[in-house]
């Protein structure tokens, strides 16, 4: 079975600051990768994904994810937070079957 | 287009009585995918439906819960019984397709309250 971790249930920022939120996972096959965001009352959306090809991908809103497979990572970042991403959100891996998601993170940005 | 659409968006029930909660997923989306998302925890797998296969049940967390998807399109996810700890939001999605490297596109969610 697959699973996710997500490190930090909360993680506070400054705007301007950097955003790094991270993820591991377990897989036992050469996984799917994707980073999904939830605004507050709103359904989740997909930020960025990997699939194949090149490890760094970039997504919307300036954000990106590095898959590095011998860390079994996919960490998101983005250079500078800006107030409206606060938000929460989510890591998840596929096997090619079934998605495995993480308990999420909560993104609080601090004027 | 229209994106996934779920039903009613809020349920409150009372403990022991059945619901049945909807799903319509994009038009021609093949795949589709209920979820469980409870307070603090992250999105938990139910049921997963692709094409005209036998869905994947694997998710289902009791003999209370079923889902049917009727004619490749809508589906209708059904808790009988339902007790408190069945408080949740449940999340649809669909994507175009199975396999994991396909989008899924989420719909708003249905909040479910078992009093």
Known sequence: AQSVTQLG?????SEGAL????????????????WYVQYPNQGLQL????????TLV???NGFEAEFKKSETSFHLTKPSAHMSDAAEYFCAVSDGNQFYFGTGTSLTVIP | GAGVSQSPSNKVTEKGKDVELRCDPISGHTALYWY???LGQGLEFLIY????SAPDKSGLPSDRFSAERTGGSVSTLTIQRTQQEDSAVYLCASSLEGGGNYEQYFGPGTRLTVT
């Open chain 1, 58 to 60: 970039k997504g919307i």
């Open chain 2, 36 to 38: 469980r998302q409870s």
């Open chain 1, 47 to 54: 930020l960025l994904k990997y699939t194949t090809g090149a």
């Open chain 1, 9 to 13: 249930s909360h993680v506070s920022v």
């Open chain 2, 49 to 52: 439906f692709q094409g005209n």
């Open chain 1, 19 to 34: 955003v790094l939120l991270r993820c591991n996972y377990s897989s036992s096959v050469p996984p799917y990768l994707f």
